[in-house]
């Protein structure tokens, strides 16, 4: 397993999780890796650790540049255990190194690791000199979790922010040019969609203190290293901050007996009459955190769930309780479904639409039984109708 030198003195030691499919509740087709960065300078500081079970992989990738004992500083910069799982061996094999966190950091630690660590704990704007090199610290509170900070290296022009322009991708590459714009974006704004999108307010805030820096490369702690996409994934950070979105619907539906499919394909051609792209997702076939990505982009999200048991069928049910969790802000909605007798499934679809705040300026389309022709022609009107709106 072999360092690979990202600037004169800096490595990479991170580790490849080929096979992760799974990251609490977001489908990661593409693995992910867990990124730790080694500085060596007149003290020897390493940048975040990897998920436990890859601890060896980061390890021998340490020991390809210097012996772990030398490790003078241990950098924490989020304590979620993808980054922190194996920092209790690297304590264990560098006794003289001293964990530099800040005060909310300090407290997570301790709380999963019930160890007595020597810590330098730091505060937003705080430096710490390390030879020809300074670290200096951001803390970005909720980008991802209370304890998230940034580590920033100005001779270096280096950032690395941990889960903040992340990517679940694994792979050989190590820099975004050897993956290109389009796989990288794509993994980007994934993993924006399923994990960052509730904090726009704070990353409009890590922005705008970032702006202030000079950077000519991002190392986050997933995925590959910004080197030459920087000022395109800033960007469209600042849209996703600001919940921008483009001219597009997205239909999510799941059907019993096909009614409610029948529904959401009109509104499909009521849309695409009105000259709005629209991508239809149904939910038997479409994992949530797949779905969620075109939220991101989509100004119109229209949602159709048959009646069941007097209420949504549970798959609707389950992504919209995601979705209220993502808190996706200034989108249009639209409630649709078929029923038997209740008919309660597509108006409590219009009331978690309502919940998260969203214009939902049409009632629901809640149709008895199977659709006909001129109920059909009256939902695709409507549908241009909104499409005229966008
Ligand atoms: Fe990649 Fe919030 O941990």
């Not at 670290?135 to 909720?142: E, G, I």
């Not at 280096?158 to 792979?171: R, S, T, V």
């Not at 978690?352 to 214009?359: C, D, L, R, S, V």
């Amino acid at each position: 397993m072999k360092p690979v030198e990202i600037k004169p003195g800096i490595y990479w030691v991170g580790a490849v999780d080929w096979d992760l499919r799974y990251f609490h509740g977001y489908l990661t087709p593409r693995g992910t890796t867990y990124n730790a960065y080694l500085i060596v300078d007149e003290k020897i500081v390493l940048v975040d650790t990897v998920k436990h079970y890859l601890f060896d992989e980061m390890l021998d990738r340490i020991k390809g540049v210097v012996e772990p004992s030398r490790i003078d500083y241990l950098v924490v910069n989020h304590v979620e255990m993808d980054h922190s799982g194996s920092v209790p061996r690297i304590m264990e094999l560098a006794p003289r190194a001293k964990i530099v966190t800040n005060p909310q950091g300090k407290k997570a630690l301790g709380r999963h690791y019930k160890k007595d660590w020597d810590c330098l704990v730091v505060n937003s704007g705080d430096e710490v000199k390390i030879g020809a090199r300074t670290l200096k610290f951001f803390t970005t509170p909720m980008v991802h979790w209370p304890d998230s900070m940034v580590t920033y290296i100005p001779e270096e022009r280096l950032l690395l922010p941990n889960d903040a322009f992340g990517q679940h991708l694994a792979c050989d590459a190590r820099f975004d040019d050897q993956v290109g714009w389009e796989v990288v974006h794509e993994e980007a704004a994934k993993y924006y969609a399923n994990i960052v999108l509730p904090y726009g307010e704070q990353v409009n805030k890590v922005l705008d203190a970032l702006a202030a820096l000079e950077i000519d490369m991002i190392g986050p702690s997933h995925g590959v290293i910004w080197r030459t996409y920087l000022a395109q994934i800033v960007q469209a950070y600042r849209r996703w901050a600001n919940h921008e979105t483009e001219r597009r619907a997205l239909i999510v539906y799941d059907t019993m007996w096909g009614s409610t499919k029948k529904i959401a394909l009109a509104l499909q051609d009521g849309l695409e009459d009105a000259g709005v792209p629209v991508t239809v997702k149904f939910l038997q076939t479409n994992h949530i955190s797949e779905i969620v990505p075109h939220v991101l982009v989509s100004r119109a999200v229209l949602v159709g769930s048959p009646t069941l048991n007097n209420g949504m069928l549970p798959t609707v049910s389950a992504f919209l309780t995601y979705l209220r969790g993502l808190r996706p802000q200034k989108r249009i909605g639209l409630a649709f479904g078929s029923y038997g007798w209740g008919g309660q499934g597509a108006r409590e679809v219009k009331a978690a639409m309502e919940a998260m705040g969203w214009e939902v300026p049409f009632d629901v389309i809640n149709i008895q039984y199977i659709p006909d022709e001129a109920e059909l022609a009256a939902v695709r009107e409507t549908a241009r109708k909104l499409g005229e709106m966008l």
